[in-house]
């Protein structure tokens, strides 16, 4: 068993009067997909943003590496190399793939960029992905698919040497064959070294490229399985009671925000 | 739905190479459509206006055309951003009037030219924080700094021009430079530097970028308000210039100067190519845009055409480039509407 490249436990964070997630512990392992999986409202939206340092935590500890973290804003995440796909994929449309890729990061001199540069490691970030269904890295992002858009926020992703690739639901919006790209290319993110987060709403997709699944029931780690070790049947009565048999919490009848 | 259909068969149909050649009629208009109308609207002219092709007339035009121009170039930068600014008018007014008092103050020329535009610059630097970091609509801060500023020339001149015929600065309005109206040279500097900023800096990336999708911007750390708070400034300080030009030109200072001009100046950008909706547009489509307009009315003025009839002639030319780069979009549009970018829920 490896140690966690990134180790959340004891995690709290409330929302006025409200308490969206209780000391929720979770691991993220370098090489591994682990999905985290919940019902709408069960705060899987809220973990990621407090990981991406969108929103501020009550308590908690965070190790990054083994080191104990503290994740200010955006930008300590992003210097940790914790990326986050969102769910909107927050690409520029007028932009091209390389524009997009490099936003906020550009190479060459605040007066000068570095265009050449940036275009090959696009192309290189791609080619090592095996993403072959770009034509050109010049091509205006409002002309790419769902797919190919998803393809591209992903690969943007990884081209920062990052650590922790945070997913929201990559496949919510994509068909047959376009979500099958991209989780080929969620496989190939743990491959490379990296430790993935899948937020995913589809069973089928999970159990078809997470190696752990962790879910939360009502703001609270209700399980952190294998994912050979469970059925899909029994990762649905998690998300929906919280227990399955002996795993899950254990009176989640009192799990109330 | 087709987009689905199209991405299953790129799968498995061999994909057409880029180097395919085949003509692209809607690439081709992007990129040269509006050089076309031009050098048909100059070549209309040059045969119908007997004097239109004269050196001394596409001096007389380009002179003229300069300080549209030159307040063209900034707002393309605000609209750029979707934002817009009605008030570089009266922002030229005002940078007039105080260019013109700081020179019959005694300071000396240069002084007084910096003063101007940075007045312009002030200007816009106001209207950027009040869009920015209030989040007020552009069109309302700018439409109430247009009626103030033009409240403020007239304040500052008691609502009479005021004259200076030893303006130190007159020749910016006035003289030549290797051959060239000097204005003429302002206009051509300040449109290589702006298209170095858009297309070779940083900044101009994330101009582009704040348009497009702001809230990717703040997501790629881009700091939005700030650069939202620059364009402001760049119009502002692009009118002040236009305003110092304009003092020169009629070497006194005009508190009515500039009127309306704000509208000639949203014309030529929209006429250049660049989308209001922001993200979309390059600088030398604004550059093209100012020259179709100043040929149009020096033309129609040479034709003898009333003035009247003019108003209809622009109003309509305005109104078709607009149907017409609306119509070329429309298919990426539509394709977009049914492609992946729809919302997961």
């Known amino acids: 068993m490896t140690e966690p490249i990134l180790d959340i436990t004891g995690l709290n964070k409330s929302f006025g009067p409200v308490h969206v997630l209780h000391d929720v512990d979770f691991a993220v392992r370098a090489g591994e997909v682990t999905a985290l999986v919940g019902d709408n409202g069960a705060g899987k939206s809220t973990l990621v943003k407090c990981v991406a340092g969108i929103y501020g935590t009550d308590s908690g500890r965070v190790r990054f590496r083994g080191e104990e973290v503290h994740i200010r804003g955006p930008k300590d995440a992003a210097d940790l190399g914790i990326e986050v796909v ?64 998803q393809t591209v926020a992903i690969a943007k992703s990884v081209l920062w040497d990052s650590k922790v690739v945070l997913l929201d639901e990559p496949t919510a919006a994509l068909g047959v064959a376009q979500t099958r790209q991209v989780l080929d290319l969620v496989r190939r993110l743990a491959e490379q070294g990296l430790g993935v987060v899948l937020i995913s709403h589809n069973m089928a997709d999970v159990f078809e490229v997470a190696d752990r699944i962790a879910v939360l029931y009502l703001g609270r780690m209700a399980a952190e399985v294998h994912t050979k070790d469970v059925t899909h049947g029994q990762v649905v009565e998690l998300i929906t009671a919280g227990r399955s048999g002996d795993i899950g919490l254990a009176r989640p009848e009192n799990a109330v925000l | 739905m087709t987009d689905r259909t199209l991405d299953k068969a790129e799968l498995t149909a061999p994909r057409p190479e880029q180097s395919t050649p085949s003509f692209d009629f809607a690439y081709w208009w992007d990129r040269v459509g509006i050089l076309v109308v031009l050098i048909a609207l100059v070549v209309l002219m040059a045969t119908i206006a007997p004097n239109f092709a ?292």
């Not at chain 1, 290189?124 to 992002?141: G, H, I, M, Y």
């Not at chain 2, 922001?278 to 030398?284: D, E, H, M, N």
């Not at chain 2, 119509?327 to 977009?336: M, T, V």
């Open chain 1, 86 to 149: 969102y769910q909107d994929l927050a690409l520029a449309d007028n932009l091209d793939i390389v524009q997009n890729m490099f936003l906020g990061r550009e190479r060459g001199s605040a007066w000068l960029l570095d265009e050449a540069n940036m275009e090959q490691a696009a192309r290189e970030t791609l080619a090592s992905l095996s993403v072959r269904t770009v034509k050109s890295v010049r091509t205006p992002v409002s002309a790419l698919s769902g797919g190919q858009r």
């Open chain 2, 54 to 345: 004269s050196i001394d007339n596409l001096f007389n035009i380009a002179r003229s055309i300069a300080i549209n121009a030159i307040l063209a170039a900034g707002l393309t930068f605000v609209i750029l951003t979707a934002g817009i600014d009605l008030s570089v008018g009266s922002t030229l007014a005002v940078s007039g009037v105080v260019a013109v008092l700081a020179a019959i103050g005694g300071l000396p020329a240069p002084v007084a030219v910096l003063l101007g535009v940075l007045a312009g610059a002030a200007a816009g630097l106001v209207n950027g924080l009040l869009t920015a970091y209030l989040s007020l609509a552009a069109f309302i801060v700018t439409l109430g700094s247009m009626t103030y500023l033009r409240g403020l020339a007239y304040t500052m001149t008691d609502g009479q021009p005021v004259v200076d015929n030893m303006l130190g600065f007159r020749d910016i309005g006035n003289g030549y430079f290797a051959g060239i109206p000097v204005p003429v040279v302002v206009m051509a500097v300040v449109y290589v530097a702006a298209w170095f900023v858009l297309e070779r800096t940083r900044y101009g990336r994330h101009v582009y970028a704040v348009g497009g999708n702001a809230e990717a911007a703040r997501l790629a750390g881009i700091n939005v308000k700030r650069v939202i708070t620059s364009v402001y400034v760049i119009a502002g300080a692009c009118a002040g210039l236009a305003g110092v030009i304009f003092a020169a030109r009629v070497v006194s200072a005009q508190p009515t100067a500039g009127t309306s001009y704000e509208l000639d100046a949203i014309a030529a950008v929209v006429l250049g190519g660049t989308s209001l909706m922001g993200g979309r547009g390059r600088i030398i489509g604004t550059l093209i845009g100012s020259v179709i307009l100043g040929v149009l009315s020096t033309g129609l003025i040479l034709m003898n055409v009333p003035f009247f009839t003019q108003l209809l002639i622009k109003g309509g030319v305005i109104i078709f480039a607009v149907a017409v780069d609306s119509l070329k979009q429309r298919p990426l549009r539509l394709g977009r509407r049914t492609g992946g970018a729809a919302p997961a829920h």
